[in-house]
């Protein structure tokens, strides 16, 4: 619902290790406002509008689902001491949302296909 993008159950593990990675430097507090969070978006229909989400909110909560949308996006994470940590690369829904390319290193053709232009969904 954050992201926009459908996930269906083979993102499942992929979920579960951005869970655990952004509950794990949180306190008490924090990890109440992750499950606070997960339940206010849970009561929502899954077609919620962004409007719909900033309602059932608060900033704080705003603030962590932003966060874990751009987690999802770009498969990393911010570190208790400010540094940054690659989770996975991928499976980065980036390369979802931008369906002209594919994550470097990732084979699209045989060589020399970069050169030929492309021809797909338009």
């Avoid at 993008?5 to 083979?10: A, D, E, V």
């Avoid at 900033?59 to 911010?78: H, S």
């Avoid at 208790?80 to 940590?85: G, H, V």
């Amino acid at each position: 619902m954050l992201t926009g993008i459908s996930l269906n159950k083979t993102y499942t593990q992929l979920g579960e290790m951005i869970w655990a990675a952004v509950l794990k430097d949180e306190n008490t507090k924090g990890k109440a406002q992750w499950f606070d969070m997960i339940l206010r978006l849970h009561d929502l229909p899954e077609n919620a509008s962004e409007k719909q989400i900033e309602r059932a909110l608060n900033k704080p909560m705003i603030k962590k689902a932003r966060y874990l949308a751009r987690v999802w996006y770009t498969g990393k994470i911010i570190n208790k001491d400010k540094s940054e940590s690659v989770l996975f690369y991928d499976d980065a829904l980036v390369w979802r949302a931008c369906d002209w390319t594919k994550p470097p290193a990732t084979c699209g053709g045989k060589f020399g296909y970069w050169a030929k232009p492309f021809v797909g969904k338009g």
